[in-house]
């Protein structure tokens, strides 16, 4: 693997004991640092190709090198323990990782604090919003310290003002710590607006059916004019990919 | 590499200490900082605890005014239709019934032998039951096997084995700890295999994903998720247990078998007085409210309430 790659997928293909291939000849290589998010439709096997990257689930054919940290996963439900404060979840990560139960503390609440939440360290999981715990799982995976983070709608269930906030933060989150970012999204302005590269999926089997690269990513938000021009080219792709599902 | 942690902290400890780090942060991020403040102040409700007072007037005071009432309707009864005191005694003479033990140390007695063979039973029940769910929960064909006959157990009404354990350990105490055992321990194996089941797979995977393996999965993840339905298998395996010491108690007396309630209830009973009966019936009754109230309500209020299963208050 070059230095520049972060994760290199080949001729990747998926299928579920005898039932329709999922993932069809996929390619794709990620840059170190690079924040790439995969869109597609219901059914196009961005879950699965994240699992697989993931190392949650080994691939039918072809193959998938990512760097040997690993990578660390955060889900659309936040998945935090409900018994432990949003502090103790950031420590369950640094502790799995063999932090030792010294400096387990003090890293915590250095995570929590650069995703805004110092002051909800000691709260549990059920006395804070659907955004703060989106943000305390995003702690926790930061707290895995994986060369890559791979997010699996993230933010789809959260209302529009805070996933707005969000993706500043997850931007911001990106920027400093330069991670490589994988973030899968059925949502094009979300993709437009988040990625460097965006790739889209077809459906059924999956096969990668575009990609766009973002030149300047700096300042962009949900509502710039770049984001929406980029979105309406990207849905008349989807548009045409869905629609050959009707034929 | 710029990818870990150490860097990420060092950007901000850079600016020594955590106030003067966030003061002096780029306009942009102390904008996103007070935005998200804002917005977490406006989608969080403060937790409220109920206080002394409301949990006094809530839960204390009405099954006080209850038992108060019912008394006083049957003193009333008695006063009013004056029925054979030896058929239907009055409150009276069963407080009377209760002290006149009391003086000849008999409830004292009595009381401690069976608080002594409930609690004991039920540890060691716990002790057997314990890891017998555990490994029924994680080992699939011994569920498979093992789990109808735990369920049909706990149906079985555990007084059905006090004949048998006569016979196989005569009037000692083992025929109680036998009866009490068999009681238990299929209460608190079936409520850790629920628990265990009821615990989200998502959780399990988020383990995975953060790199726990099988033993730390479990003793991390699954055993603390299993909480809740562990605790009521414990509570219903308490109940269990009173249950079937007091139906041994009755059935075995003699022999080496000390003296607990369910002999004085027996005893009562063949003196023919009926508010020595009553009255035990009531010690037996209290003592079962007391643990509950004193050990197992708050122990099960306060694990809820930190789960967020407790309704009042939290985040919308």
């Known amino acids: 693997m070059s230095e520049q790659t972060a994760i290199r997928i080949e001729h990747l293909g998926k299928r579920f004991g005898a039932g329709p291939l999922v993932l069809d000849d996929v390619n794709l290589s990620i840059r170190t640092g690079e924040f790439v998010c995969l869109l597609g439709a219901s059914g196009c096997g961005k879950s699965t190709l994240l699992n697989l990257i993931a190392g949650l689930d080994r691939p039918t054919t072809g193959t998938i090198d990512v760097p040997p940290g690993g990578a660390a996963v955060m889900f659309q439900e936040s998945a935090l323990m409900p018994w432990l404060t949003a502090r103790q979840n950031v420590e369950l990560a640094l502790r ?118 973002i030149g300047t990513t700096e300042g962009r938000r949900i509502e710039s004019p770049e984001v929406a021009s980029l979105s309406i080219e990207i849905t008349e792709q989807l548009r045409k990919e869905i629609r050959r599902n009707a034929a | 590499m710029p990818h870990d942690t150490t860097a990420l902290l060092d950007s901000s400890t850079a600016t020594a200490g955590a106030d003067a780090g966030r003061a002096s942060a780029t306009p942009g991020h102390d904008d996103l900082r007070s935005l998200e403040a804002g917005l977490d102040r406006l989608q969080t409700d403060p937790d409220r605890a109920p206080g002394a007072w409301r949990r006094l007037t809530t839960s204390v ?20 239709a ?126 995975t994903v953060l790199g726990a393996g099988p033993a730390r999965l479990a003793l991390l993840i699954v055993l603390p998720a299993a909480l809740p339905g562990y605790v009521a298998g414990l509570k219903q395996g308490w109940a269990f247990s009173w249950r079937s010491l007091m139906a041994a108690e009755i059935i075995a007396v003699g022999g080496t078998i000390g003296f607990g309630l369910g002999s004085m209830l027996q005893q009562s009973r063949e003196l023919a007085d009926l508010g020595g009966v009553l009255a035990t019936i009531l010690v037996i009754l209290a003592i079962g409210i007391l643990i509950e109230l004193a050990f197992f309500a708050p122990l099960e209020r306060r694990m809820l309430r930190r789960r967020g299963l407790l309704v009042h208050g939290g985040a919308r």
């Not at chain 1, 993230?154 to 933060?169: K, Q, V």
């Not at chain 1, 077809?202 to 059916?209: D, E, K, L, T, V």
């Open chain 2, 82 to 207: 004056q029925p054979r005191p030896d058929i239907v005694p009055g409150p009276l003479d069963v407080v009377g019934a209760i002290s006149q033990s009391w003086e000849a140390g008999r409830v004292q007695l009595a009381v401690a032998t069976s608080l002594e063979r409930g609690v004991l039973g039920f540890l060691i029940a716990v002790a057997v039951g314990t890891p017998l769910g555990l490994l029924l929960a994680e080992v699939r064909p011994l569920r498979r096997a093992m789990g109808p006959i735990i369920s049909g157990l706990q149906v079985l009404p555990s007084v059905a084995w006090v004949p048998a354990a006569i016979i196989w350990f005569g009037l000692t105490d083992a025929t109680v700890y036998f009866v009490v055992l068999m009681g238990a321990v299929p209460s608190i194996v079936n409520g850790l295999i629920s628990g265990i089941e009821q615990v989200p797979p998502q959780l399990r995977r988020v383990g």
């Open chain 2, 61 to 80: 005071v009405p099954p006080i005014v209850f038992v108060v009432a019912l008394v006083a309707a049957w003193q009333l009864t008695v006063m009013i």
């Open chain 1, 96 to 213: 799995l990782r063999g932090v030792p139960r010294a400096a387990r503390r003090g890293e915590a609440l250095e995570l929590l604090d650069t995703v805004n939440l110092a002051d909800a360290a000691e709260k549990r999981p059920h006395e804070l919003s659907g955004g703060m715990r989106q943000r305390v799982a995003l702690a926790r995976s930061l707290a895995q310290d994986r060369p890559v983070l791979l997010m699996d709608e993230p933010f789809a269930a959260l209302d529009a003002i805070t996933r707005d906030l969000l993706h500043e933060e997850l931007e911001r989150v990106w920027r400093r710590t330069g991670r490589t970012i994988v973030f899968v999204t059925h949502n094009v302005r979300e993709a437009a607006r988040l990625g460097e590269r965006v790739v889209l999926l077809s459906s059924r089997p999956g096969r990668i059916a575009g990609e766009w690269r």
